[in-house]
């Protein structure tokens, strides 16, 4: 028995054997496994002339399955190959891609750097817009704007270099570089009718206590697209009570609301108009309009908290059904060029790449209804001149 005791004690309290330590200097990293099936395709089918687009289509699949590194191994064994300029600058191009899609951005640079020097043929084209891509992704601006202005064909893409210039001056204004940013401002609006350059020239101008200035910018960013209500008119409210200007906005929304009959010019309106104002009849019809076609959850809570004949508990109800609906049914920006949709507005449309094409569902529908309206108005009016004719 007390054999079997001292064994047990020696076993609990032995120590273990120790372990092994590793050197840390000098580090070498492991050397991957060989790919040995692609290698063996490699060495079987070398790249000719017959085999190009064999090649190509492999690497393509191998990109496609994310599997990049093999992508990059093809097209890098096709250019050890005594390969024809063109065909070359083609294999250039899928390798810049892969190492784009893997996310190696500065490799991606050094390729395409060396390209974009070409005589203008088609890869040379599509290694400019990849750059260009490139640089856009890794938020440099100002080398974008360099690259465009180098070799860009001049009147081509201006939305998008005045963009560019909208995103520079907001970093440039992060930096505290107000005259370079106003600067690069001053340039976009000489490129493009964009409505976010106004927009971004007001922020900025808002931000040094220039509050006048940049309530005439909103006013102009309408002027070229008054489908941004949904983005101006916050700012532009904010502004007005700042400058003391309420009785100068609530004209403004008037004209406005003649040419672009939104619900949201409307609500803006609806907060400067009283009981006892001349025109409270005509808003309170354009009210109803619009609680009658259920196109305003704002508008319609504002409507009932007015009603007189409704009951307090039942107007509770009612308002508290309408969040709830308000919240599931809320307004979808929506890309006017590839139908992306987001719940938030985009000047940058992420599925095709576009500036500036990114709507509110309801202001664009808005904006088409008044378009088909006037046009049959107009139409109306040419056919009645034409019936006055002898």
């Known amino acids: 028995m007390i054999d079997n005791v001292l064994a047990f ?8 054997p120790q372990a092994k330590r590793y050197r840390l200097d000098p580090f070498e990293p492991l050397a991957p496994q060989p790919d040995r099936e692609l290698d063996v395709f490699l060495d079987r089918l070398p790249v000719q002339e017959d085999t190009l687009e064999t090649h190509l289509a492999l690497a393509e ?25 063109s065909i070359r600058n083609r294999v250039r191009v899928e390798l810049a891609q892969d190492y784009f899609s ?24 599509q290694a400019f817009r990849l750059w260009l891509t490139v640089l856009e992704r890794e938020k440099e601006w100002g080398r974008a704007i360099q690259l465009v ?47 976010r350059i106004y927009i971004v020239s007001a922020e900025l101008e808002t931000s040094l206590g220039r509050y006048h ?15 941004r209500v949904d983005v101006v008119l916050p700012a532009l409210r904010r502004l007005s009570s700042l400058t003391g200007g309420e009785a100068g906005l609530r004209r403004y929304l ?21 009981d006892n104002d001349p025109k409270a009849e005509r808003w309170q019809q354009e009210l109803e309009s619009i609680v009658n076609a259920g196109a305003s959850f704002g508008l319609m809570q504002r409507w009932l908290e007015e009603r007189e004949d409704i009951g307090e508990a039942a107007r509770q109800v009612l308002i508290e059904s309408l969040q709830r609906l308000k ?48 046009s049959s108005k107009a139409s109306a009016a040419a056919v009645g001149r034409s019936d006055d004719k002898p």
Not at 9 to 16: A, D, M, N, P, S
Not at 104 to 115: K, Q
Not at 117 to 122: A, I
Not at 254 to 274: I, N, Q, T
């Open 149 to 195: 202005r180098k070799y860009g064909e001049p009147g081509s893409g201006n939305i998008r270099l005045a963009n560019l210039y909208s995103e520079y001056a907001n970093q440039l204004s992060s930096e505290g570089k107000v005259k370079e940013a106003r600067e690069a401002l001053k340039e976009a609006r000489s490129i493009a009718s964009s409505a």
């Open 327 to 374: 919240v599931r049914l809320s307004d979808i920006y929506q890309c006017n060029h590839c139908g992306f949709e987001s719940t938030t507005m985009l000047w940058f449309c992420p599925q095709c790449e576009r500036w500036e094409t990114s709507y509110s569902r309801h202001e664009q529908r808005t904006f088409v209804r008044q378009a088909e309206a006037l």
């Open 254 to 274: 008037e004209h406005l609301y003649d040419e672009h009959p939104s619900h949201r010019v409307l609500e803006a309106l609806l907060d400067f108009v009283g």
């Open 61 to 85: 699949l191998f990109r496609a399955r994310g599997q990049t590194d093999r992508a990059i191994r093809v097209h890098e064994s096709m250019l050890e190959a005594d390969l024809e300029r």
């Open 9 to 16: 004690w020696r076993r609990i309290t032995q120590v273990g």
């Open 213 to 227: 200035k940049a309530m005439q910018l909103l006013k102009q960013a309408l002027v070229q697209d008054v489908r």
């Open 102 to 125: 893997a996310g190696f951005l500065g490799h991606v640079e050094t390729v395409l750097e060396e390209m974009i020097l070409g005589d203008g043929e088609v890869y040379s084209a």
